[in-house]
């Protein structure tokens, strides 16, 4: 079997989304997503991991927070955790992002909440915050009707990654695992994987993978979180 490549199946995936949903309703369309999310995440992640992590934005969703959250919403940083708080995985993983040094780590707001606070809505503050910030790559965590409603076009896309209005921005993106706008749920190891995803640990997993030390029997080599990049547009 022929296997096509991610940026060639890429943009044959996102345009025939929609006509499938409608001649075909009966279509898995979660999953169909999901694929798309797989092929996007494989078509650009070479380039996002060669990104230093200090011209990375990374966005959380604000229903990842926890029911009894202290936060309070601000019109220009969106969800705001507290000081030191990791009551919930939106502290821990905003936490781990600046430890690593990224330039900046947003929760953003949707639904009726944003209009309710004065908010821009989701996908205007996301671009806002792109605009501002000028980063080379992002993360985004989203479920599958936001990124169906809000992102997928063709239009959105180049080979220099998603269109910003400033040029390509190198995306990487994981669906939520419900699309609830409340106390959702995502893989947590997945996305810490994207977070923490660089050129220099894919680079140390391949050396000891092929080093005679992985293949000894009498010690194991250290563990480290193995990174794939997938080829795509140079």
């Not at 009966?26 to 011209?55: L, S």
């Not at 993983?93 to 009726?112: D, I, Q, T």
């Not at 944003?114 to 501002?132: M, N, Q, T």
């Not at 998603?162 to 995306?171: D, F």
């Amino acid at each position: 079997m022929i296997r096509v490549p991610p940026w060639i199946s890429l943009p044959v995936q996102i345009l025939l989304y929609r006509p499938l949903a409608c001649l075909a309703p009966w279509m898995d369309q979660d999953r169909y997503i999901a694929r798309v999310v797989r092929t996007a995440n494989a078509c650009f992640r070479k380039r996002f991991e060669a990104v230093p992590y200090d011209q990375r934005l990374l966005f959380l969703p604000y229903c990842l927070r926890a029911r009894d959250c202290p936060t309070r919403i601000d019109p220009e940083l969106g969800l705001v955790c507290p000081a030191g708080c990791n009551g919930c995985l939106v502290g821990e993983l905003k936490a781990e992002a600046e430890r690593l040094g990224y330039m900046g780590v947003y929760v953003v707001v949707s639904g009726r909440l944003h209009r309710r606070e004065g908010l821009l809505r989701s996908r205007d503050f996301i671009f806002d915050k792109i605009r501002r910030h000028r980063p080379r790559a992002v993360i985004g965590a989203l479920c599958a009707l936001d990124l169906t409603r809000k992102y997928l076009r063709l239009r959105n896309l180049s080979p220099r990654g998603a269109e910003s209005g400033l040029g390509g921005v190198v995306p990487q993106g994981i669906l939520l695992e419900r699309p609830s706008c409340r106390h959702s749920e995502v893989d947590r190891a997945a996305l810490e994987g994207l977070i923490q995803a660089r050129a220099d640990r894919a680079a140390a997993c391949s050396r000891d993978r092929c080093s005679p030390k992985a293949t000894s029997t009498t010690k194991e080599p250290e563990s480290i979180s193995k990174v794939t990049p997938m080829k795509g547009p140079s």
